[in-house]
């Protein structure tokens, strides 16, 4: 079984980009066909996603600003692969159980 590294960035107003991943378990073994086509069927005008509602970690630097508005609250999706990087999240099954 291989494990399912999740890619993602933020992109700042100056285009600055701050790239980020979660390591997921496989464990039914889903291809990354099926895990791409899931998540790219799920993202905000097929690019973005808010990682509070997936559950993937913010950014350190991401935090509440001093009116209490989330600067830019959305991530933008990158791409998965298989891994053999341990894990550092639940499984890509929960991730995709999100959206149903």
Same mark, same amino acid.
């Given at each position: 079984?291989? $494990?399912? %590294?999740? #890619?993602? !960035? ?6 600055? %980009?701050?790239?980020?991943? +979660?390591?997921?378990? $496989?464990?039914?073994?889903?291809? !990354? #066909?099926?895990?791409? +086509? ?6 905000? #005008? ?6 509070? %509602? ?8 991401? +935090? ?14 990158? +791409? ?7 894990? $550092? ?5 929960? !991730? !995709?159980?999100?959206?149903?």
């Amino acid at each position: 079984m291989q $494990n399912i %590294k999740f #890619e993602y !960035l933020y992109r700042d107003e100056g285009n600055y %980009k701050t790239f980020g991943e +979660q390591v997921f378990s $496989n464990p039914n073994s889903l291809s !990354l #066909e099926f895990i791409s +086509q899931t998540i790219e069927s799920n993202l905000i #005008e097929g690019s973005w996603f808010d990682p509070d %509602k997936w559950g993937i970690p913010r950014f350190p630097f991401h +935090q509440h600003n001093p009116f209490g508005i989330y600067d830019y609250l959305w991530y933008e999706f990158k +791409q998965v692969s298989y891994s053999t990087a341990p894990t $550092n999240s639940d499984s890509i099954t929960r !991730l !995709l159980g999100r959206f149903a």
